[in-house]
């Protein structure tokens, strides 16, 4: 193999990578940014949307279905809990969601687990994903590709989502000042469940695409929250951009650790994240020290 | 706490002394571990409860006396004692740096720093085979006697004994410390940092001692828990773990020491209860949870204190 080859392959490896992070942590960051909820149930949702996915692309025979359904059912999940228990909180400090999250999280958790069994279940990619393509004469995954496609996609959407649509805006203006754009006549609450929704949204859609990858199982929710925590954690709490580029440095750090260093690979990340808050306490597009 | 209280704790600890005497070994292994946790527990209230200091890492501490004791009493064939102080010692001095790098930051960046060496641990817990046992652990941990009479602190009982010892001097330091002025610092910080930076106190260096004397005796906890359980893992320095200590300290009630030994008993028996009841105790567990959240902001320990304070309203106002 050629040396140009492998950095190739490893590249696209490590965006596709990203891309899965970055469904992860864009939805983590927004909810941030909008309420100052930390989401630890997003791993679980994230699992959720797996799972969700599983039995749609089965019941249907359709992978396309299940990709856009899925995430869809677990948004309005999200934003359902939103409105009947995360809305009564608002009031609160930090730790009441915290607990509240955590519980939802384990409910979650256990849910999937009374409702799928705690076998690790295979999700096939689309028969017109499955195949193999060359890139300089390597092997490589379609899928993969098809991840990194995606990522883009879904990453510009959002950004124009947030830029240009009525809704974006109303986002960022309750992210700056929720009381003044409450003055102002903007529906407050219907914001905060709107974003929340597609926060979760977001995970499942992350969950659902790893699932043909990794396999829907139960342990993917408990690992995969601290790489989001370290993703907006990097970036900036709160900040679109800062997710992405937690996201890219993230599934770079990971891809590469784990064949250059495969001792120090699970350490890296956070040795990363530790440098980058010494320099930056509030993350590298944060406001906040 | 009021200082009618005060003969009640009293009351507690000598019921806890005499529980040997009453319960069965099962019980007793089971109310030792509820007070190993609820130290653990106690430790990360003096961050979380009264300075703000929310700690998302606080298994490191946990995990770092356990393994430290753990090595310490297979590897050296110290006397438990020794091993377990030894290990808490040890926990302390390694906060005093983990604290100075974690208060660089404040809020939510302070949480994900104290996640980050947590989770640092965790990673080399793992990797570190010849001191950790990688994935396996460590196995086989004895309690080796001491030579000046300790010996009777290695059996079943007298182990009981050494952490119950531990937690009332524990409660009895803390509840010392946050009487003192430093603790009245601390609640300023809790209450407003830049206020009590104004007064010329140099916060920092208190957050960096709070942190310190914190990890310590969570440390203290993880060191007892290893000769305890016999074993120490990486699911001790797991961020799950960390989670449920902040749980358990939010649902007994924060910044009151008591509450939080409570919350981990509470934790420790409805795990245990739930779990003989249904395969999806965990379902239930969340549950409970939530609902803490929506009706008791206060914890455990705010409900008793409210309804008692309630009666005695009722009786001064009552004919």
Not at chain 1, 23 to 31: K, R
Not at chain 2, 113 to 121: K, V
Not at chain 2, 130 to 135: E, I, K, L, P
Not at chain 2, 147 to 165: H, M, N, R
């Amino acid at each position: 193999m050629s040396t140009v080859a492998f950095l190739l392959t490893q590249v696209v490896n490590a965006l596709s990578q990203s891309a899965l992070l970055f469904f992860l942590g864009v939805g983590l960051t927004l909810i941030f940014g909008l309420m100052r909820i930390v989401n630890f149930a997003h791993g679980a949702l994230y699992m959720l949307g797996a799972f969700v996915g599983y039995s749609l692309s089965h019941w249907s025979g359709n992978f396309w279905i299940a990709l856009v359904v899925a995430p869809v059912l677990v948004g309005l999940f999200g934003a359902a809990f939103e409105f009947t228990i995360l809305r009564r909180l608002y009031r609160r400090d930090a730790p009441a969601f915290l607990m509240v999250t955590f519980g939802l999280a384990l409910v979650v958790g256990e849910a999937v687990r009374l409702t799928w069994g705690s076998d690790a279940l295979q999700v096939p990619a689309p028969p017109l994903l499955a195949d193999v393509i060359f890139l300089l004469d390597e092997p490589f995954p379609l899928y993969r590709l098809f991840l990194v496609a995606t990522g883009i996609v879904v990453a510009v959407a959002i950004w124009q989502f947030l830029e240009r649509s009525r809704l974006g805006l109303l986002i960022r203006a309750t992210s700056q000042n929720a009381d003044m754009a409450s003055a102002l006549g903007v529906d407050v609450k219907r914001v905060r469940s709107s974003v929340f929704g597609i926060g979760c949204g977001l995970a499942a859609l992350g969950g659902m695409l790893a699932a043909p990858l990794v396999t829907a199982s139960n342990g993917m929710a408990a690992t995969v929250i601290i790489d989001a925590f370290v993703i907006v954690i990097i970036g900036g709490m709160g900040s679109f951009l800062g997710s992405l580029i937690g996201a890219l440095l993230v599934g770079f750090v990971q891809v590469f650790g784990n064949y250059y260093l495969p001792d120090l690979a699970l350490a890296f990340m956070y040795l990363v994240m530790l440098a980058i808050l010494m320099v930056r306490p509030g993350g590298l597009l944060g406001k906040e020290a | 706490m009021s200082a009618a209280l005060r003969p009640l704790l009293i009351v507690v600890v000598l019921v806890l002394a005499l529980a040997p005497f009453g319960l069965p070994p099962f019980a007793m292994t089971l109310l030792t571990e509820a007070l190993i946790l609820g130290l653990f527990a106690m430790s990360l209230d003096l961050m979380f409860g009264y300075t703000r200091l929310v700690s998302f890492g606080h298994a490191a501490a946990y995990g770092l006396g356990a393994y430290a004791s753990g090595w310490l009493l297979l590897h050296t064939g110290m006397p438990l004692l020794f091993a377990v102080f030894g290990a808490a010692l040890l926990t302390g001095v390694v906060a005093i740096g983990i604290g100075w790098m974690c208060t660089l930051a404040t809020g939510v960046s302070f949480s994900m720093l104290t996640l980050a060496f947590a989770q640092l641990l965790y990673a080399i817990s793992f990797k570190w085979t010849s001191v950790t046992g990688g994935s396996d652990g460590l196995a086989g941990i004895p309690r080796t006697p001491g030579p000046f009479g300790f010996a009777a602190l290695t059996s079943k009982i007298g182990f009981y004994y050494l952490v119950l010892a531990c937690l009332v001097g524990a409660f009895l330091l803390c509840f010392a410390l946050v009487r003192s002025p430093f603790g009245a610092v601390l609640r300023g910080i809790r209450e407003n940092e830049a206020k009590t930076i104004a007064l010329g106190y140099n916060t920092r260096l208190y957050k960096i001692a709070v942190v310190a004397v914190a990890y310590a005796l969570g440390g203290l906890a993880g060191a007892l828990y290893a000769p305890f359980a016999g074993f120490a893992n990486t699911e001790l320095l797991f961020w799950l773990l960390s989670g449920q200590v902040l749980i358990m300290v939010i649902v007994g009630g924060s910044g009151t020491l008591v509450g939080p030994i409570l919350g981990a008993a509470f934790f420790m028996l409805m795990e245990h209860q739930l779990s003989s009841w249904t395969e999806a105790w965990a379902l239930y567990f969340g549950l409970i949870f939530i609902a803490f959240v929506l009706f008791a902001p206060q914890g455990i320990w705010g409900l008793a204190t409210g309804r008692l304070q309630m009666g005695r309203l009722r009786r001064a106002s009552g004919p």
